[in-house]
Structure formats: C-alpha cells, structure tokens
C-alpha cells in the first residue's frame, strides 16, 4: 500500500488541488450567486441546490474552457507518463543528473544507441567547459 501511494503520489497530488479548487470555486460561485439573488429581491438557495445548478454547471464548464482542460490534460499526461515509466521520463526514486554511463551516450554508448548518442559533445546534449558539465 506504502509504495502504491509513492508511486501514485504525483497523481493524487494534483487530484486533491483539482478538487480543492472545484470546491472553492463552488463555494464562491454559490456566495456570488445568492449575493446575486439577494440583490435582485429574490431568496437564496442552499449549497446543494446551486451544485445542481445550471448556473454551477456553466461556471465550471467555462473554467474547463479555459484552465482547466489545457492544464488538466497537461498534468494528466504528465503524471501518466511518469508513472508508467516513459522511456522520455526518469524513475521516480532516482531524481537528478545521470552520468553519462548511466544514459549510455559518447564512449558509453553501444551499438544499438543512436548515431547523436555514440557521438558525444554537443550532440549529447551538453557542452564541456574546464571540466564542467554544463546541461542545456
């Protein structure tokens, strides 16, 4: 259960924010729109009759519009990616810098690597300077 939750934690990190945002969004839309009915001589309504509002509904519709959806489809995929080990991901216990063994490029390189990662220097990605790994 432990490492399940290690493993899913990126993903369940941005599932609690989402929600806490759409919480806070209905509770603000829902103070707005009473605000709204009081000042047009008109009752309020309760939190769980404005969740099945169409009012809510567009509110939250326009926010997928807009923030939502892009961000959402971003941080999915992100998460997806990361946790089911994308060869364009690192693992998620090992964070950091690889050496170049560890990414088998230049003289690390075997024969099945790519032309660029047998190749080394630039092509690989950084640049040498005194000794020093600069990373782009």
């Given at each position: 259960m432990r490492r399940h939750l290690r493993h899913s934690s990126l993903g369940l990190f941005f599932g609690i924010i989402f929600l806490l945002s759409l919480i806070g969004q209905a509770l603000a839309g829902w103070r707005q729109f009473n605000a709204a009915q009081v000042a047009s001589s008109l009752g309020e309504i309760s939190l769980p009759?404005?969740?099945?509002?169409?009012?809510?509904?567009?509110?939250?519709?326009?926010?997928w519009q807009s923030e939502f959806l892009q961000f959402l489809l971003y941080i999915v995929a992100t998460v997806w990616l990361l946790q089911i080990g994308s060869p364009e991901s690192k693992e998620l216990d090992k964070p950091g810098l690889e050496s170049e063994k560890q990414q088998r490029i230049g003289e690390h390189a075997d024969s099945s690597s790519p032309a660029w990662a047998r190749a080394g220097g630039w092509r690989a990605g950084h640049i040498v300077l005194s000794n020093t790994r600069v990373v782009r």
């Open positions: 009759d404005y969740l099945a509002s169409a009012s809510f509904a567009a509110d939250v519709a326009e926010n």
